[in-house]
């Protein structure tokens, strides 16, 4: 009687196991990581002047750096087509010790970039190179990982 | 005797339907990726005010900004950017004056990301504002 009993159970228990094991082949999860997008908006006052901006990547990976827009602080809204230094580099002490760097004027693709960035800090640095007659609002974006 | 064996059939039937030999491939999210579209908007722009519309490029391709009208006729500035602190909340890359026509008034090559078109007053705008009308082509 208790054989009859739990002998369907047993059986069930083993048929339950064999239907919810696991496969040979398994899947891995694949890791994205997403880019993060950083604005960099600041103004330069006069010649020779430059400012630069440190931000973090976190996982190795690629750098995009765009100056974006410059114009007129006394004109707000309207573009100048006014060059500007821009490069990339590690934070030095106070400063940022430039590793690349190109003179560009704005747009909206990335005019500096780099691959293969190991997670640390780095920094971006617009500058001017001899064009700055009067003050200018700049805006860059920095899209990392 | 009969009970429990319907029991047990009931509880194997039940984790077969939950087993999965088959391999699985990693889904991605449903959330549907962006793709190349046009905007048209029309907007009220107030005297030194602004009328800007941000869109986002799912690829690199180039963007034109086309100033369709303006009522009453006037000319304004229409500029290209990225969203930031700027102009209405653009960061303008390029701007031009126009004032409204069929043929697109700005491109501009761009990479994949957030972008912002509009217009903004150059001192021309009464005060009963002035009704722009913007389409907006991108990748």
């Known amino acids: 009687m208790t054989h009859a009993f739990t002998r369907p159970i047993v059986l069930a228990l083993a048929l339950a196991m064999a239907a919810c094991g696991s496969s040979d082949s398994s899947t891995s999860p694949t890791t994205t990581t997403t880019p993060t997008t950083e604005l960099f908006e600041g103004k330069l006052q006069s010649r020779g002047d430059s400012m630069f901006f440190s931000f973090t990547v976190s996982t190795a990976g690629n750098v995009d750096v765009t100056l974006a827009a410059v114009t007129g602080a006394t004109s707000p809204g309207a573009s100048t087509n006014l060059a500007l230094g821009l490069g990339l580099g590690s934070p030095l002490a106070t400063d940022c010790n430039l590793t690349t760097q190109t003179t560009t004027r704005p747009g909206l693709t990335a005019q500096l970039t780099g691959s293969n960035f190991s997670p640390a800090i780095y920094c971006v640095r617009v500058f001017d190179v001899g064009n700055l007659t009067t003050p200018v609002n700049f805006a860059i974006r920095i899209v990392h990982t | ?139």
Do not use: K
């Open chain 2, 1 to 139: 005797m009969r009970r429990p064996a319907l029991l047990a059939l009931a509880i194997a039937l039940f984790c077969a339907a939950c087993g999965n030999d088959e391999p699985t491939t990693p889904t991605t999210p449903t959330t549907p990726p962006a793709g190349p579209g046009t905007q048209s908007f029309n907007a009220i722009m107030a005297p030194g005010g602004t009328a800007v519309r941000t869109f986002t490029a799912s690829a690199a391709g180039t963007v034109t900004v086309t100033l369709n009208s303006t009522s009453p006729a006037t000319v304004v500035g229409l500029g290209i950017g990225i969203p930031g602190t700027a102009t209405g909340g653009c960061d303008m890359t390029s701007t031009v004056t126009a004032s409204g026509g069929s043929a697109p008034q700005l491109s501009a090559p761009v990479s994949a990301g957030d972008f912002c078109a509009g217009t903004f007053d150059l001192g021309t705008v009464g005060s009963n504002g002035v009704l722009v009308s913007m389409t907006i082509v991108h990748p």
